[in-house]
């Protein structure tokens, strides 16, 4: 360590008989020393950020003090620095996942943040500094109109219940689960077993839950398990909604806004409570939901089809109804093209539908919850949809695969437009 008296150095005294005090050879000063009268301790020393300052016997006496303020604050911000981090460095052996992610994959097995500070004395954001200490067993995740999360289940070996309240600060750094927890992927036949049921994905292995929890030493019952919401949209506290059943003529609207939403992890349902300008707000499965109509928005024309129709585009609606478009992609790159011009790594937004009223004898693009990401491959020939073409002689002239997954092939008719985004244009 460097001797204290020579990390800093005198600049020169002004009219009002400041000393400026430069430490470690920076530039700017990072306070002045004064002599002040004849006491004891004339001599004051003042940082930058203070305005009192304090009072010492001799000027380097002072001249130090600057330099040990300057290392408080240099160690202060460097804590402030290690608790940002902490905020997206879990442990060993855990990952980070939102509080949304456990509510859609259904996380049974988590450590929340027990304790959860302030990073700094001014600042919102809080970062984590201890977690249960074991995993709590999931029952039901509750978002509250001021932007609180309570959560509900039980700890392990615990009988009576556990309950955890969250600010939104708290609640926006998540929980930690397993870095080899396994995510719900839909239903489809096991590679393993050959059963048509649930199917998991543990790192690269896809497999029905007996396999994956045998793969992870797990019970079945610690396995994600989605909730059965039965609802295209997810319903966020604050979002407005439709109802589609009858209510008592109490003064309800047909729509209103979301308070309240409750995920129940061990039922797989989902409800919410909505204000609906009544006495009180209604609860209800979330699948009596609908969303509001949009305003149309103005038509583009994209040229025409293969057989002449003129294609129309809208701009892409908003959530709930669509997901946003993922970093990079702007809606006026958007071009109609038939199926067999989609390329690798193009955006598909869209496809085509008859034209609303006003637009006769046109199709008009009828944009796709979530647009995803174009993979052409060859029919797998096992799938739905291609078992549903197998019939056709010129099956290869007729059809084109654009992308596939577990559930299958996404085939379409190889003149068929499409509404994308170029892969070009996406990497801009």
Sequence with gaps: MRDIKTRYRYGKTNSEGRTPVHVDGAAEPAGHVRKIGRSSSPWHAVGVKETLGTSHPRKYEAAERIVRMVDADTMFAQDVAHRRARRTTPPQGWQFVSWEEVERQGHRQVRPVHRAPLVAAGETDRYPDAFAEVPVTLTRVTRLENGHVVISGREHGQHSPYVLLMDPAHAELGALIPDRAAQYEGHGRCPACEQDTALYRAGTRLACARTTAADLGVPVDHLPAPADHDSAVWWRVGDSARR?????????????????????????????????????????????????????????????????????????????????????????????????????????????????????????????????????????????????????????????????????????????????????????
């Design 244 to 428: 589609t059943f009858e209510l008592p003529d109490h003064g309800h609207a047909e729509t209103g806004r979301i308070i309240e939403t409750t995920t129940d992890i061990t039922d797989r349902t989902r409800r919410a409570r909505v204000d609906y300008g009544g006495r009180w707000a209604i609860s209800s499965a979330v699948s009596a939901l609908a969303p509001l109509a949009q305003e149309a928005g103005p038509l583009r024309h994209l040229g025409t089809d293969t057989a002449g129709t003129p294609l129309l585009a809208r701009p892409r609606p908003v959530a709930p109804l669509c997901d946003p478009l993922p970093a990079g992609a702007d809606e006026a790159d958007a071009v109609a093209v038939p199926a067999h011009a989609v390329r690798e790594g193009d955006l598909i937004l869209a496809d085509f539908r008859q034209a609303a009223d006003g637009a006769e004898g046109a199709r008009e693009a009828d944009h796709f919850a979530i647009a995803y990401t174009a993979h052409p491959a060859k029919p797998c020939g096992e799938c739905q949809e291609c078992h549903a073409a197998a019939g056709a002689a010129d099956r290869a002239l007729r059809y084109v695969v654009l992308s596939t997954d577990e559930d299958g092939c996404d085939t379409w008719f190889r003149n068929e437009p499409v509404l994308i985004i170029s892969a070009a244009n996406l990497s801009r």
